[in-house]
C-alpha cells in the first residue's frame, strides 16, 4: 500500500521536494526562519544568488577561503531559494562549519562549533570507509549526541560492496541513505540503493553479537539531484552526500513547529522514521535497503500536530520501566510506532551493541498484544501494523538490559492520517 | 654516532631501492593531489603520512584505485579512507597513521588511476627526526 499525502498535479518546485513533501511543510508556514542548520565540511560553501549571504553563519577555520563545490552542492538541497530549485528549508540560517580537512581533529573542530552556535540539525556529507567498523569519529558523534542532544545526520558510504562506515554507523546519528526518483514525483518508478541506475548508497548492515542491527536508517532522494553549484548555477548531484540534507533540513523545519526537538535528538529520530511510511523496497517496516523507509516530511509535522511524539528520561537502570504511552487509532489505519534511544558510548573499537537494549509492543483496544520489536543490536524499535479495531492502544516500552546513567528515549505514532 | 650511522645506512638502502623499482620523480605532480602530508622535504616528528585528492580537478580519475606506499610496501589496506560522500566522490583523503617510523629519510607514494588505464603516481620524500630524550 502507498501513500501520497501531495497530489502530484500541483505546481512543482522541484521533484525531491514533492517526492519527500517539503512544498506541504513550507506550505503551512513553516519554512525554518529562525531555525539554524548546520553543515560541516572541509573548506567554504561558494557564493551564491540563491544562497544568501545574511542567512549564514561560518565558524571553524574561518580564514580558510577555499571553495568546496561538494559543501555547495549540499547546501543547495537544503537552502537555496531560487524559486524553482528551491531548497527544502528556504528560510534557515546555514551555520558552516569549516575544517581544512577530512581529518578527525578538523571535522570534531567543525562539529563543535556549530553545535555551539545552536545548529537544530547538523550534516555530515562525509565519512570514512571502515566497512562496518567504529573508529574514534563514530565514537566522538556517539558521545556529543548524548551529550547535547543535538541531531547529527550522516550520510551513508556510497560504495555498495562495502558495509556502512563511520559517522553513519555510530548509535545515536540518523543515517541516511540514497534512492533515485526517476526524476518524477510519482513513487512507483523509485529506485532502491544499489539497483539499476542507482549505482551507489551502502545497505550491508556492520556485523553485531545480535546479527540484527539493520543501517541505513531512512532513505531521501539522493540521484540527479538539480542544486546550486560554484557558479552560480545549478546543476546535477548524485550520492548519499544529496539525501542527507534532505533529512538534515527536515529535521530543522521540524524544530519550527516544535522547538524543544533542538534537544531532543532521539524523539528526532523517532518522528522520522516512524513517518518514513514511503517503502522504496522490501518488507514495509524495516528492509535492507531503504531502513524505516523514505522520509515524508508532511506525515513527519503531523505527527507532531496530532501530539503522538513523546520524550523519556528516566534516571538510568530499570527505574521507570515499563513506560506506557498510549494514542488512538481508527480500524484499518495503517499505524507505525518508533521508539529510539541514545547509546551512552562508553568507547572503545570493537562496541557493537547499545549501552542499554529496549524493546517494544503495543497492545490493542482489549489489552491484546498487537504488534512488538525486540531487536538486540539496534538503538531503536519499530513496529507497523494496520489496527485491527477503532479504540485506545497502548504502547509499552520495556527495559531488556538496563544501564547506569540517563536514558533519553523518544517516542512517536505515525498514522496514515497524518 | 651511532645515529650518524644508522641515517647513512637507512640513505644506502633507500638509494638501492630507488634504484631497483621504475619510480617517477616527485616533478610530476598530478592535479588530482591537493596535499601531502609531511610535506615534500620536510623533516621533523611524523604521525601520519597521508594525501588529500580533489578530482574535480582532473579530467578522468577512479577515486576507488587510490594506493598508498610507505618505503614501497602498499599501506592502502592499513590506511584509512575518508572523503565527500557525493558519487563518484570528488574528494578523499588516504592516512596512514605511521608508528614508530625509524628517523631518517623517507619516501611515499601515491597513485590512482587516471582514466584509459594510466596510472598517475606521485612520489615524495621527507625525513622523520625524533624528538631528542631529555
Known amino acids: 500500500m502507498r501513500f501520497s499525502l501531495e497530489g502530484v498535479s500541483k505546481p512543482r518546485l522541484s521533484v525531491s521536494r514533492v517526492v519527500v513533501q517539503a512544498g506541504t511543510v513550507n506550505a503551512r508556514g513553516f519554512t525554518c526562519t529562525g531555525r539554524r542548520l548546520g553543515v560541516v565540511e572541509p573548506n567554504r560553501e561558494a557564493s551564491h544568488a540563491n544562497l544568501p549571504a545574511a542567512q549564514r553563519m561560518i565558524c571553524g577555520r574561518t580564514t580558510n577561503t577555499v571553495i568546496n563545490g561538494h559543501k555547495t552542492n549540499v547546501a543547495g538541497v537544503m537552502q537555496s531559494t531560487n524559486v524553482t530549485n528551491r531548497g527544502m528549508a528556504p528560510g534557515a540560517t546555514l551555520i558552516e562549519g569549516i575544517g581544512n580537512s577530512f581529518s578527525d581533529t578538523e571535522m570534531i573542530l567543525a562539529a563543535d562549533c556549530v553545535i555551539a552556535a545552536n545548529a537544530d540539525a547538523v550534516n555530515m556529507s562525509f565519512g570514512q570507509e571502515t566497512n562496518g567498523a567504529f573508529n574514534a569519529f563514530a565514537r566522538y558523534v556517539d558521545a556529543k549526541v548524548y551529550a547535547t542532544g543535538k541531531l547529527i545526520i550522516p550520510a551513508v558510504s556510497n560504495i555498495c560492496a562495502n558495509r556502512v562506515g563511520s559517522p553513519e554507523i555510530a548509535f545515536n546519528s540518523l543515517a541516511v541513505g540514497g534512492f533515485g526518483d526517476n526524476n518524477t514525483t510519482t513513487f512507483v518508478d523509485d529506485v532502491a540503493a544499489c539497483t539499476g541506475a542507482v549505482t551507489f548508497s551502502a545497505f550491508l548492515d556492520p556485523i553485531s553479537p545480535g546479527g540484527d542491527r539493520e543501517e541505513p536508517d531512512v532513505v531521501a532522494p539522493g540521484r540527479n539531484i538539480f542544486t546550486t553549484n560554484t557558479a552560480n548555477g545549478f546543476s546535477n548531484a548524485t550520492g548519499t552526500s544529496f539525501a542527507a540534507p534532505h533529512v538534515t533540513a527536515m529535521v530543522t523545519l521540524l524544530t519550527q513547529r516544535d522547538p524543544t526537538l533542538s534537544f531532543q535528538a532521539e524523539r528526532s529520530r523517532a518522528i522520522v522514521m516512524a513517518s518514513a511510511r514511503h517503502n522504496i523496497e522490501g518488507a514495509t517496516r524495516l528492509s535492507e535497503r531503504d531502513g524505516a523507509g523514505a522520509i515524508l516530511m508532511a506525515a513527519a509535522d503531523g505527527i507532531l500536530v496530532d501530539g503522538l511524539s513523546s520524550y523519556f528520561t528516566p534516571p538510568g537502570g530499570t527505574t521507570g520501566f515499563p513506560i506506557v504511552r498510549t494514542f488512538t487509532a481508527t480500524a484499518g489505519q495503517r499505524i507505525r510506532v518508533v521508539i529510539a534511544w541514545a547509546h551512552k558510548s562508553p568507547g572503545g573499537d570493537t562496541l557493537t551493541q547499545p549501552t542499554t537494549d529496549l524493546d517494544l509492543e503495543v497492545l490493542g483496544t482489549a489489552g491484546e498484544l498487537v504488534a512488538g520489536s525486540s531487536s538486540f543490536d539496534d538503538n531503536y524499535e519499530i513496529v507497523d501494523f494496520t489496527a485491527p479495531t477503532t479504540g485506545t492502544y497502548t504502547a509499552r516500552i520495556l527495559n531488556f538490559r538496563s544501564s547506569p546513567e540517563m536514558e533519553f528515549i523518544g517516542f512517536a505514532a505515525s498514522r496514515a492520517d497524518n | ?134
Open chain 2, 1 to 134: 654516532m651511532g645515529e650518524t650511522r644508522s641515517i647513512a645506512t637507512a640513505w644506502i638502502l633507500w638509494i638501492l631501492l630507488a634504484g631497483c623499482t621504475e619510480l617517477v620523480t616527485a616533478s610530476e605532480r598530478p592535479s588530482a593531489i591537493v596535499r601531502v602530508s609531511p610535506p615534500e622535504g620536510s623533516a621533523g616528528v611524523v604521525e601520519v603520512v597521508s594525501v588529500e585528492l580533489d578530482f574535480t580537478r582532473a579530467t578522468q580519475a577512479d577515486p576507488s584505485s587510490v594506493r598508498l606506499q610507505l618505503d614501497g610496501i602498499d599501506v592502502t589496506e592499513q590506511s584509512s579512507v575518508g572523503g565527500s560522500r557525493d558519487w563518484p566522490p570528488s574528494s578523499l583523503e588516504i592516512a596512514y597513521v605511521a608508528k614508530d617510523m625509524p628517523s631518517g629519510p623517507h619516501r611515499a607514494e601515491v597513485s590512482f588511476e587516471s582514466g584509459q588505464g594510466a596510472r598517475a603516481r606521485y612520489e615524495w620524500s621527507f625525513r622523520v627526526e625524533r624528538k631528542t630524550s631529555e
